[in-house]
């Protein structure tokens, strides 16, 4: 059987991700259409030996469209109601519907048993939150976690491919020893803007009234509800860095039982789509250059937290354009078409 699928936000770095991804995993497209806004609409884009043309969004896009894969954004909001009354299932990477309880958000990892629930949406959470429940999952299955603390080296790959152009723009800059201008990051409708090239801004997103981001409160709120259970105690600090692509985290996790760190390799290790690669002696754990591109999740650094009773830490390192969003998007409709949903 074979679906016909449209694209929302398809010229943006999810966008693309998603169509190196269907070629990649063969999935079973019968028609596709490519949409954006305005601004991109027209533009040609050649995949699988065809020439697409990139269409403007509209709600009347989504006839005959079977499954809906939006990149994230706005757009998501404007279109997923026309989307769903057109008959489509929008599989939503923006986090308009993630926190919504009709809306099942979904790893397909950890709780693919949600999906079944949706009502036309599926939400795709946030890449920071994906990439630190990958990890969670298998020892949470083991030991019940009591208490997360997570800060993330985020890559700029994560504020689109504007975002990247301005780290590769200033890096040129600095090196030419020409004047740096500073126009997108932390955010580009944010009233200020900082350098990123050599530098960290630990601000993602916007702040909220609790004086965290709306990123650090997204991988608190979407980690409750992806592990269905409130009773973790969470907190975050989520910071940009002069990375292109994947981001890092250290993730220090307090249990309620014993994990040992053998335990705790072995149950990364046998979860799929996680890769322990965890050898200090030969200097050897994850690093962005290395996972970007790869679809599986790397941890590292796994050791005892010895100030607590029963405490691990580990290193998390995801590429969020793939596993972090357009992969686990992809994975969410394969699920579907295999279990006929
Ligand atoms: C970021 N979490 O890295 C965002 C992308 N969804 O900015």
Not at 134 to 139: C, G, I, S, Y
Not at 203 to 231: A, P, S, W
Request: glycine fraction near 6%.
């Amino acid at each position: 059987k074979k679906y016909n699928v449209a694209i929302l936000g398809a010229t943006g770095a999810v966008g693309q991700e998603f169509l190196n991804l269907i070629e990649e995993r063969n999935f079973p497209f019968a028609e596709l259409k490519l949409l954006a806004s305005k601004r991109s609409a027209g533009k040609k884009i050649d995949f699988m030996g065809k020439e697409y043309i990139v269409e403007e969004a509209t709600d009347d896009s989504f006839e005959n469209v079977q499954i809906a894969l939006f990149a994230g954004g706005a757009a998501s909001k404007t279109f997923a109601p026309a989307a769903v009354k057109a008959g489509a299932v929008v599989i939503d990477n923006s986090s308009a519907f993630r926190m919504d309880p009709e809306v099942p958000l979904i790893v397909p990892e950890v709780n693919p048993e949600c999906i079944q629930d949706h009502k036309g949406i599926i939400a795709n959470p946030n890449c920071s939150t994906i990439i630190m429940v990958m990890a969670l999952k298998p020892l949470y299955d083991k030991a019940k976690i009591k208490r997360i603390v997570v800060s993330t080296y985020q890559a700029v790959s994560g504020g689109g491919k504007e975002a990247m152009a301005e780290l590769q723009q200033q890096a040129e800059d600095i090196v030419a020893n020409r004047p740096v201008k500073a126009e997108i990051l932390p955010g580009a409708s944010l009233p200020k803007h900082y350098q990123i090239a050599f530098n960290l801004i630990p601000q993602i997103d916007v702040f909220k009234d609790n004086l965290y981001t709306k990123e650090e409160m997204k991988m608190i709120n979407e980690t409750h509800k992806i592990l269905q259970d409130d009773t973790i105690g969470i907190t975050a600090t989520t910071v940009r860095v002069p990375v292109f692509r994947s981001h890092a985290e250290s993730v220090n996790i307090e249990f309620t039982d014993e994990v040992s760190v053998e335990e705790a390799k072995k149950l990364l290790a046998d979860f799929p789509g996680v890769t322990v690669q965890d050898n200090p002696d030969e200097m050897d754990y994850p690093m962005p250059l290395m996972t970007s591109g790869k679809n599986d999740v790397y941890v590292g650094r796994i050791r005892k937290d010895n100030s607590i009773e029963h405490g691990l830490n580990l290193w998390v390192v995801g590429d969020q354009i793939r596993k972090g969003a357009a992969l686990n998007a992809l994975q969410i409709a394969e699920y579907m078409v295999k279990n006929d949903q």
